[in-house]
């Protein structure tokens, strides 16, 4: 392999990356404040897909279409927080997890009898031709992307740090009885972190369809990825998603390009295994410390 081709395969493998570090943030956000995560997180990106590009096939505006999908992914996210978590919670069951993913195979059941089975292009205002920087070819759906990726994490820890809901947040998130008497509502702080998970999975959803295409199917290619980055990253570690995600997005990249495609899902298994043997708390993650 060249060095100009490998420049190539590793800058769109990063790109790739950050929509799984999107995700993956999407799983931090949920676990911060009630230690579970939703499992349906990749079926919240595929239907907040479908929703968009239906509201671009009625005529809506592309610029109109982005809030309205933020909006649908994040009512979705209350949705599932309600019927899928919330009263395993309450019971203090680990029934979340089941729970969580009969929600998505609900999702995907439901996607499919609206919008078939078929894959759908994505359509995007902006020009596919390629911009030459450095050597790379690098596409203006790939810079939007990037924009997008960090501009929605760095709004949403400037909302977690600056503003009164916020704080709420982070206090639940380190200690959850505390904040309760201090008067914080753990229940809504909860209902706050599975909203801002459903509107984070539509901003990926919304970002990553132009690259590829919109099908059921897209869920499953993307949460392994997600949570094996989370898991590795560690998970409550915001800047650590997204160099695993970058890293992992560089490495399927390059295997795929020299192994063939079918290797493409290795790399991700593998850190997944690693992470779990070696460092179960994840690269970037704290070490907890159980008082008994």
Not at 112 to 125: A, C, Y
Not at 218 to 244: E, T
Request: with cysteine; proline share 4%.
């Amino acid at each position: 392999m060249t060095l100009p081709i490998f420049a190539q395969m590793a800058v769109s493998g990063a790109f790739m990356g950050l929509v799984y570090a999107l995700i993956a943030y999407g799983f931090q956000l949920t676990y911060a404040t009630s230690k579970s995560i939703n499992f349906g997180q990749g079926e919240l990106v595929m239907v907040s897909a479908f929703f968009s590009l239906t509201l671009l096939n009625l005529g809506v505006p592309y610029w109109a279409m982005i809030p309205c999908g933020l909006v649908f992914g994040a009512a979705m996210g209350l949705v599932i927080e309600r019927t899928a978590v919330r009263l395993a919670l309450e019971q203090k069951s680990e029934g979340w997890i089941l729970l969580s993913i009969i929600g998505g195979l609900f999702l995907f059941s439901t996607a499919e009898n609206i919008w078939g089975r078929d894959d759908h292009p994505f359509p995007t205002p902006m020009s596919t031709d390629p911009i030459h920087v450095l050597g790379v070819d690098v596409t203006r759906n790939e810079i939007a992307v990037a924009v997008g990726v960090f501009a929605i994490m760095g709004l949403i820890e400037l909302f977690k740090r600056r503003t009164l809901l916020g704080k709420a947040f982070e206090a639940v998130s380190a200690d959850r009885d505390a904040a309760e008497l201090m008067g914080i509502s753990a229940t809504r702080t909860v209902m706050l972190s599975y909203g801002l998970s459903g509107a984070v999975a539509a901003v990926a959803g919304i970002l990553v369809s132009p690259i590829t295409t919109v099908g059921p199917t897209m869920a499953s290619a993307l949460i392994l990825k997600a949570f094996s980055v989370a898991v590795v990253a560690g998970l409550d570690s915001g800047f650590g998603v997204v160099v695993i995600g970058m890293m992992l997005g560089i490495l399927e990249s390059l295997s795929s390009f020299q192994l063939g495609s079918g290797w493409r899902e290795a790399p991700g298994l593998v850190l997944l295994i690693l992470a779990l043997a070696l460092r179960p708390t994840g690269v970037f993650g704290k070490t907890a410390i159980r008082k008994v």
